[in-house]
C-alpha cells in the first residue's frame, strides 16, 4: 500500500511513499482540519473552513476540494462520505505527539519525530480555527516531551532526559514539572553543579516574573536527591 506522510508541525508538507507532493492551499486546509479534528461531518468541515460563506456556498465549496483531493491523492481519504477522515494509514506528525502525551512507550522513529519536531503548528496560518488548535497541540507536545524524559529516567539515559524535558521547559516556561525532570536528570547523573544551577536558574524567573518561588516539593527534590 502506497504511504502517505503528512507534517503539521512547522511548514506544511505532504509526502506519498517518501515524495514531496505539491498540493493547493485551499486542499492544505481541508487535510490539515481533517487532520486535527478527525472524523467530521462534512457541515461542520464546511462552517470551519468558510465560516464567511453560506452554508450552501461553503459546502459546495468543500465538494470542489474534496473531488480535487480524491481524484489527485489517491487513498489519502477514508472511503467514507459522511462524515469524512482520513484513510487509517495515514502517517501525521501531530498524532504522534498525541500518541506520546497519553503515555504511549512510542518507537525510537516516534520518539525521535517528537524531539525533533519544529516548535509551532502551521506558522503562517492565520485562519480563526487554527489558532485554538495551535494552543492545543503545543500544550500536547510540552506534556509529549515530560513523558519522553520520564522514559529517559526510568532507562537511566540522563542526557536524553535532559534533552526532552529542556524542550518542554522552552515551550512552558513556568511549567515546574519540566524544570523538576531537568533537576532530577541532573541529579541522577550526579551533575550536582548543573542541577543546582538549573534550579537557581528556574528559581530566579519565576520570583522577577511571577512573584513567587518554587514549590516546596521542588525545593525538596533538590535537598533530598542531593544528599
Known sequence: MAQWKLSLFGNWRLQHDGTDVAVSHREQRVIAALALHGRSPRAFLADLLWPDSTRSLALESLRVSLWSITHNLAGLLAESRDPLELAGHVQVDVHI???????????????????????????????????????????????????????????????????????????????????????????????????????????????????????AELTELMRRLGS
Open 97 to 215: 505527539v498525541e500518541a506520546c502525551a497519553a503515555d504511549r512507550n512510542g518507537s525510537r522513529a516516534e520518539r525521535t519525530a517528537v524531539l525533533q519536531a519544529p516548535a509551532q503548528l502551521l506558522p503562517g496560518w492565520y485562519d480563526d480555527w487554527v489558532s485554538p488548535q495551535r494552543d492545543r497541540v503545543a500544550q500536547l507536545r510540552v506534556r509529549a516531551l515530560e513523558k519522553l524524559a520520564e522514559q529517559f529516567l526510568r532507562e537511566q539515559a540522563y542526557d536524553r532526559a535532559v534533552e526532552a524535558a529542556s524542550l518542554a521547559a522552552a515551550l512552558g516556561p513556568f511549567r515546574e514539572n519540566a524544570h523538576r525532570l531537568i533537576i532530577q536528570a541532573h541529579l541522577l547523573a550526579g551533575n550536582r553543579a548543573s542541577a543546582a544551577q538549573s534550579y537557581r536558574r528556574f528559581s530566579a524567573k519565576m520570583t522577577r516574573e511571577l512573584g513567587v518561588g518554587p514549590s
